[in-house]
């Protein structure tokens, strides 16, 4: 009983750090919506209709959210798939219009000939999520299943085994 409550407080101590580095890394994400003003600030490619440019598990980083009207020819953006909003596609900006007084964004992706209706415009500000800034090579891996539960596990895994490990030494130390 006594080492029972003698061990209390570094169970303690050990469950704080462990939710403290939780908190951690979601502020980091957290960081990443506010700094590139976006709820979706990271996305992993998924086709290669942006190849050579973008590959398959590339992750990207994306930023203005809320910089549909600063878009421009050439820019990579993310957007809502227009035609029934189902899917999210990165493609880039090949022409911009207007209809009605609003602009409207047609994009193609870099390895398809022509732009796709329904898939490639009428992209509107509804549709916008934001701009590609950087892009990190295959990186995007480690983002989806049953990758990204391994990896969850590789880091987890060793909190409860150092808890353990941790706890026993000071009792052998008493």
């Not at 462990?18 to 992993?44: A, T």
């Not at 809320?66 to 990579?76: A, M, P, Q, Y």
């Not at 880039?92 to 209809?99: F, K, L, P």
């Amino acid at each position: 009983m006594l080492d029972e409550k003698s061990r209390l407080p570094t169970i303690i101590k050990d469950i704080i750090v462990f939710v403290l580095g939780i908190l951690i890394i979601i502020s980091i994400y957290h960081y990443f919506e506010i700094e590139s003003d976006n709820p979706l600030p990271l996305f992993v490619i998924s086709s290669d209709t942006m190849l050579p440019t973008l590959k398959i598990n590339d992750l990207v980083i994306i930023g203005d959210g809320h910089g549909f009207n600063s878009t421009k020819v050439g820019d990579i953006i993310v957007f809502n798939k227009p035609a029934g909003e189902d899917r999210i596609i990165v493609h880039r900006v090949a022409e911009i219009t207007s209809e009605n007084g609003k602009k409207i964004i047609i994009t193609k992706g870099d390895s398809s000939p022509v732009s796709i209706p329904g898939v490639d415009f009428p992209i509107n500000s509804n549709n916008f999520i934001g701009k590609v800034k950087l892009v990190i090579p295959q990186m995007g891996i480690f983002l989806i299943p049953p990758i990204n539960y391994v990896l969850i596990g590789l880091i987890l895994s060793p909190i409860p085994i150092v808890i353990f490990f941790h706890g026993r030494k000071k009792t052998v130390q008493q």
